[in-house]
T-cell receptor
Framework: GAGVSQSPRYKVAKRGQDVALRCDPISGHVSLFWYQQALGQGPEFLTYFQNEAQLDKSGLPSDRFFAERPEGSVSTLKIQRTQQEDSAVYLCASREGSALSVLRSRHFNQPQHFGDGTRLSIL | GIQVEQSPPDLILQEGANSTLRCNFSDSVNNLQWFHQNPWGQLINLFY???GTKQNGRLSATTVATERYSLLYISSSQTTDSGVYFC??????????FGQGTTLQVKP
């Protein structure tokens, strides 16, 4: 498809289970971001990939959160030993250029495009 | 870090009315985006507007980067405009920092 695709759309898990969330970015997009959106809040940054390299993981809330993008396209966000506070919508976004190209304004129109998100509920 | 504040937090309009949403940010930023999150949770890009003014149909946006604010104008509002409007600024690392949003309800 033409947009960012995320799966599953909804996920319910019991506390303590592991979950894996998938993101298919727009084809050819270099940058990929994961965000977490709690109920009633704005999305908050989790982690950033440039191709297969995870350049920023400063937003991951704990070592139970792990993200990968092994071939520089599809990304997976994994949450181990889930807890109730992990319940949120997890959003993935992609952008055509790298952070450096945006700063250099070689590609001036560089919005991030978001998927529909995965709504995770931990019981 | 950069702080992003949006106002008002909530807004109720009668269909056909106009409104202005504001976004203030605490430091110089590379870029700014406005999003509409519909009742189904989808984040829709409205504007990518680091400076200046852009218009798209009934919506327009103005960013004054030197004064660290952006405005989103909605004219002749429709019920389908309901939802949450977010402004987000881009940090030097490229990640988006979101405001808390303005929840808009347009009544028929």
């Amino acid at each position: 498809g033409a947009g960012v695709s995320q799966s599953p759309r909804y996920k319910v898990a019991k506390r303590g289970q592991d979950v894996a969330l998938r993101c298919d970015p727009i084809s050819g997009h270099v940058s990929l971001f994961w965000y977490q959106q709690a109920l009633g809040q704005g999305p908050e940054f989790l982690t950033y990939f440039q191709n297969e390299a995870q350049l920023d993981k400063s937003g991951l809330p704990s070592d139970r959160f792990f993200a990968e993008r092994p071939e520089g396209s599809v990304s997976t966000l994994k949450i181990q030993r889930t807890q109730q506070e992990d319940s949120a919508v997890y959003l993935c976004a992609s952008r055509e250029g790298s952070a450096l190209s945006v700063l250099r304004s070689r590609h001036f129109n560089q919005p991030q495009h978001f998927g529909d998100g995965t709504r995770l509920s931990i019981l | 870090g950069i702080q992003v504040e949006q106002s008002p937090p909530d807004l109720i309009l009668q269909e056909g009315a106009n409104s202005t949403l504001r976004c203030n940010f605490s430091d110089s930023v590379n870029n700014l985006q406005w999003f509409h999150q519909n009742p189904w949770g989808q984040l829709i890009n409205l504007f990518y507007i680091p400076s200046g003014t852009k218009q798209n149909g009934r919506l327009s946006a103005t960013t004054v980067a030197t004064e660290r604010y952006s405005l989103l104008y909605i004219s002749s509002s429709q019920t389908t405009d309901s939802g949450v409007y977010f402004c987000a600024v881009t940090s030097n690392t490229g990640k988006l920092i979101f405001g808390q949003g303005t929840t808009l309800q347009v009544k028929p």
